[in-house]
C-alpha cells in the first residue's frame, strides 16, 4: 500500500501570506495526485487534481505542482476562509490513501 | 446535476454491523467508480475502499480487509458500505464519494458505536 506523509502537521499563518504544503509517496504515483480542502462539518472540497488540474470553481490563487512521489499545494495569499484542514490522496494505486493533512491555523 | 444523498445516523452496539447507503443522481452511475472515507472524532480523512459498479471490482486498505463490504446496485444509483464487527473506534462520519478523483460527496452518515 502507498503511505502519503504531509508536511507540515501544522502551520500557523497569516491572511495574505504565501503558503507551501507538501506531500511525499512512499512510491511513485506518476500525478494521479488530489488535494482537499476540509472545514469542520462539511464534506471534504477537490481543490487540485492530476498533481496540478485545478478542479472546476477553484479560485488561481491555489496551484499543485509534483509528481512521481514529491508534490506541493501553493497557496497565493491566504484568504481568512482558507483556513482549514488540507489532504492529499494518491489514487494510481488501489488501494487509495490519504496523508494525515495538514491544519493551517492563524 | 450530480447528487449523493446518504442515509441517516446510525447507532450501534460494539460487535454488531452497520449498513449506509448512498443515493446517486444526475450523470451516468456505471461510468464511474465509487469511494468510501471515514472521519473519525480528532483524526483524518480515511480510504476505506472503492467499487467500479461496472466491473464490480472493489479494493480495501489492509485494515479493512475482511470487515468492510462495499457494493453498488446499478437499477436504483446506490452504493452501500457495510462494516461489520463494530468497535467504538468506528464511530466516525462516514462519506461517499464519486471517483477518483472525489469531487462529489454525499453529506455525510454519523455512525457511532457505543454499549
Known amino acids: 500500500e502507498v503511505v502519503m506523509t504531509q508536511s507540515p502537521d501544522t502551520l500557523s499563518v497569516s491572511p495574505g501570506d504565501r503558503v507551501t504544503l507538501s506531500c511525499r509517496a512512499s512510491?511513485?504515483?506518476?500525478?494521479?495526485l488530489a488535494w482537499y480542502q476540509h472545514n469542520p462539518g462539511q464534506a471534504p472540497r477537490l481543490l487540485i487534481h492530476?498533481?496540478?488540474t485545478r478542479a472546476i470553481g477553484i479560485p488561481a490563487r491555489f496551484s499543485g505542482s509534483g509528481s512521481g512521489t514529491e508534490f506541493t499545494l501553493t497557496i497565493s495569499s491566504l484568504q481568512s476562509e482558507d483556513f482549514a484542514v488540507y489532504y492529499c490522496?494518491?489514487?494510481?494505486?488501489?488501494?487509495?490513501?490519504f496523508g494525515q493533512g495538514t491544519t493551517l491555523e492563524i | 446535476q450530480v447528487q449523493l444523498v446518504q442515509s441517516g445516523a446510525e447507532v450501534k452496539k460494539p460487535g454488531s454491523s452497520v449498513k449506509v447507503s448512498c443515493k446517486t443522481s444526475?450523470?451516468?452511475?456505471?461510468?464511474?467508480?465509487f469511494s468510501w472515507v471515514r472521519q473519525a472524532p480528532g483524526q483524518g480523512l480515511e480510504w476505506m475502499g472503492g467499487?467500479?459498479?461496472?466491473?464490480?471490482?472493489?479494493s480495501y486498505p489492509q485494515k479493512f480487509q475482511g470487515r468492510v463490504a462495499i457494493t453498488a446496485d446499478e437499477s436504483t444509483g446506490t452504493v452501500y458500505m457495510e462494516l461489520t464487527s463494530l468497535k467504538s473506534e468506528d464511530t466516525a462520519i462516514y462519506y461517499c464519494?464519486?471517483?477518483?478523483?472525489?469531487?462529489?460527496w454525499g453529506q455525510g452518515t454519523l455512525v457511532t458505536v457505543s454499549s
Open positions: 512510491q511513485s504515483v506518476s500525478s494521479d
Open positions: 444526475g450523470g451516468t452511475f456505471s461510468s464511474y467508480a
Open positions: 492530476s498533481a496540478s
Open positions: 467499487i467500479i459498479p461496472i466491473s464490480g471490482s472493489t
Open positions: 464519494a464519486r471517483g477518483p478523483p472525489l469531487y462529489y
Open positions: 490522496q494518491q489514487y494510481n494505486k488501489w488501494p487509495d490513501s
